[in-house]
Each structure stands twice: as structure tokens, then as C-alpha cells.
């Protein structure tokens, strides 16, 4: 993969993930691209690749407090599997204000890294598949390519299946 860099064309916030990422030693380059990629299926063709090889970060409240969820953009989460697996209590989805207060960003451009404080993270096994993923930059239209490993070590997450029947 490439180095990871910083750009002055790159958003505040693809900036921070950038350093992030560099100060990890992740070497993905975080991209800026003319299409959305808010969704799984826009970034997937925004960048050529499956939907499976997204990696969508979700944000949760469980226990009181924020969790990120790193998924496959190929399925859904099962809450109530995830946190039975995680040994967490309930997950509900935050509102978009509790994800930009958790994270510094925007839903649809929620970044694994980058964020005021880490946040206990789920990366989902079916990462796995995939040589190579794609996760957001902090906004909406920056990705960086990266792999299920690096985002373990860069987030100190746990790796889980996160689907109903993935045991």
C-alpha cells in the first residue's frame, strides 16, 4: 500500500485521520473522491471494488458510553448478537449528534481513527475476506485503503462476526 500523506486539498478532518494513520504506521493515502461515498454500495463503486471490501464504521451507545463497530458494507449489524458476542449490554444506534460528539464526524464519513478520545471497537471478521478495505477519512468523499489487521492494531479492536448467524 502507499504511504500514508497529507494533502493541503484534504478536509480538516482527513487531516487528522491522516495523522493518525501516519503516527500508527498505517500506510494507506487518504483519497478524496468527486463521488460520495456515504454509503457502502457509493463507495464501492466510487472505488471499483465489492461492497464486502467497505468498511463501514457505525457508532452505538452501549453501557452509557460510545462503541465503534467496523462491518463489512456485504451485511448488516445483529445488535443483539454483536453484544452477546462483545459481552456488552443493549447496542442502539447513536443519533447523528451522539456520532459527531463521539467522533468529531459526520455520519457517512465516519473515520475507524481520528476521534477526540478512542472508542471501544468491534471489526467485523468478514474484513477478513478482503486483501485490501476501504475505510472513510472523516468525511463523506475521503477513504483510505487499509486491511482488517491494520484496523485491529489501529484501533486496539476486537475481532467478531457481527452477523445473526456467523458463529
Known amino acids: 500500500m ?15 485521520v491522516a ?9 494507506g493515502t487518504v483519497r478524496q473522491l468527486a ?10 463503486a466510487a472505488l471499483g471494488c465489492e461492497v464486502g471490501a467497505i468498511a ?6 452501549s453501557d452509557g458510553r460510545a462503541v465503534l463497530v467496523l462491518t463489512s458494507g456485504r451485511h448488516r449489524v445483529d445488535t443483539a448478537a454483536l453484544a452477546a458476542r462483545w459481552g456488552r449490554g443493549r447496542l442502539r444506534r447513536a443519533t447523528p449528534e451522539q456520532v459527531r460528539e463521539a467522533t468529531g464526524q459526520a455520519i457517512g464519513g465516519v473515520a475507524p481513527t481520528g476521534h477526540p478520545a478512542p472508542l471501544p471497537t468491534v471489526v467485523d471478521r468478514a474484513l477478513t475476506d478482503y486483501p485490501r ?8 468523499h475521503t477513504v483510505f485503503p ?6 485491529l492494531r489501529l484501533t486496539g479492536g476486537t475481532l467478531l462476526p457481527v452477523g445473526p448467524d456467523e458463529d
Do not use: H, K, M, Y
Not at 502507499?2 to 487528522?16: D, F, G, I, V
Not at 463501514?56 to 451507545?61: H, I, M
Open 35 to 44: 463521488d460520495s461515498t456515504r454509503t457502502a454500495a457509493e463507495a464501492a
Open 133 to 140: 478495505v476501504w475505510a472513510a477519512a472523516g468525511t463523506p
Open 56 to 61: 463501514n464504521s457505525l457508532v452505538f451507545l
Open 19 to 27: 495523522r493518525a494513520l501516519a503516527a500508527a504506521g498505517i500506510p
Open 2 to 16: 502507499e504511504p500514508t500523506t497529507t494533502s493541503p486539498a484534504l478536509p480538516a478532518r482527513s487531516e487528522q
Open 146 to 151: 487499509t486491511t482488517a489487521e491494520e484496523l
